[in-house]
């Protein structure tokens, strides 16, 4: 008798076995844009592994669960925190992907490496993440940073990107040396980017005119502005995450300003920026990752796709879709889901993704290189997000001049 009612329940947990699911937590601020796209992208991932069978986990077919974790980690570190520490305790996770903001990051990891859990940011750029793994590879060797390039990497795309737009501006200003105004959210994924600029801009015949700092979350940058033209600035440099990316772009075209904007201005980056911004912000123009160009084979389907599903261009966040697609392939490569087995797998991956080719260095940040993994820059004109740079790929347009 117990020996049929032993064959019984085993031949019902079989097939929930057969059927168990990776579960996969999706960390991000919900309630903004960035958030949004991180679930966009895994969801876009999930659905597309799901309908084809799912991952081979040893063999045996298994699909993937999405669990959503709103981080609300551009206001609170706290809540980030929390979040990481209930997916891994309450909903089992077997992996996380995602993050933001990079202080509520760095407070994630810390969590995630106690539990030992595979972590791939698709959002961060703070070189500390990175140098944790170095520092200390048992204990960090599960991060990965998927997306974007570490800060300082973040930095030489930008001063490749400036070089060109400041060329124009000489032609256009007919001066030597264009004054240069840099606005920067307090935040530390900028620090180390605003120390570099104040450096190396002289170096490239750049005047640097001031530096501003308002909140990430500012609604007025009036008075930052009025400053800025006092100094008669050519260029305001930017380094925007949130919302004062909007606002920044609106104000600049209610004041006809003649300077250009250019950095990274994360609201830029969405189909969105044109009407928060009032259709005020044109010649506005930011580091990107998707648009329909050549990038790699798989970016102009996924922005396609992404487009269809979801009415509107993806972000960079939305690389969480690059993130799973490399879980699945270590997964299949090892048979099985131990990290251990895992990290070394993905540190020896080139992973072609829909933001760029992916390789990794001894720190598990992208290997940096120009149209792999630089991103783009993008400007707006006239109500349409334009792609500029890098110019060697296929689909690229003209930067333009605001007219003086």
Do not use: C
Not at 65 to 75: G, S
Request: glycine share 8%.
């Amino acid at each position: 008798m117990r020996h049929t009612i032993l064959a019984i329940a085993l031949a019902v947990a079989a097939p929930f076995a057969a059927a168990q699911s990776i579960k996969i937590a999706v960390l991000g601020p919900m309630n903004f844009v960035q958030g949004e796209n991180h679930w966009a992208g895994a969801e876009m991932a999930r659905d597309e592994i799901n309908k084809a069978g799912g991952i081979s986990v040893g063999g045996k077919k298994r699909t993937i669960e999405l669990v959503k974790a709103d981080t609300n980690e551009i206001q609170s570190v706290p809540d980030a925190t929390n979040a990481v520490e209930r997916v891994i305790t309450r909903d089992k996770v077997d992996f996380l992907i995602g993050g933001f903001r990079s202080e509520a990051v760095l407070a994630m990891q810390e969590v995630a490496m106690d539990y030992k859990k595979m972590f791939l940011g698709a959002g961060a750029a703070d070189a500390k993440l990175g140098e944790n793994v170095e520092k200390n590879y048992d204990r960090y060797k599960y991060w990965f940073r998927i997306t974007p390039t570490k800060a300082p990497d973040l930095f030489r795309t930008l001063m490749a990107v400036l070089g060109d737009i400041g060329n124009q501006v000489r032609t256009s200003t007919r001066t030597d040396t264009p004054k240069v105004a840099i606005i920067a959210e307090k935040a530390a994924w900028t620090e180390a980017i605003v120390k570099g600029l104040q450096a190396t801009l002289p170096k490239m015949k750049m005047d640097v005119v001031g530096t501003w700092q308002p909140s990430a979350v500012a609604t007025d940058v009036t008075a930052e502005l009025s400053a800025i033209e006092r100094a008669n600035a050519d260029i305001v440099f930017t380094l925007l995450s949130g919302p004062v990316g909007i606002s920044l772009g609106r104000q600049m075209g209610e004041r006809n300003m003649k300077a250009v904007a250019f950095g990274i201005n994360v609201e830029g980056q969405k189909d969105e920026f044109w009407q928060a911004s009032a259709g005020k912000a044109n010649y506005v123009s930011t580091l990107d990752t998707y648009a329909e160009v050549e990038s790699t084979p798989k970016t102009i389907p996924f922005v396609q796709a992404f487009k269809k599903r979801y009415g509107k261009a993806p972000t960079y966040n939305a690389a969480t879709y690059d993130a799973i697609m490399i879980l699945k392939a270590a997964i299949e490569q090892t048979g099985g889901m131990d990290a251990d087995k895992l990290v070394p797998a993905i540190e020896k991956m080139e992973h072609v993704g829909t933001a760029g080719t992916d390789t990794f260095d001894k720190r598990h940040d992208l290997v940096w290189a120009v149209g792999k993994t630089s991103g783009i820059a993008v400007q707006w004109q006239d109500g349409k997000k334009v792609p500029f740079w890098p110019p060697n790929i296929k689909g690229m347009q003209p930067y333009k001049m605001p007219a003086r």
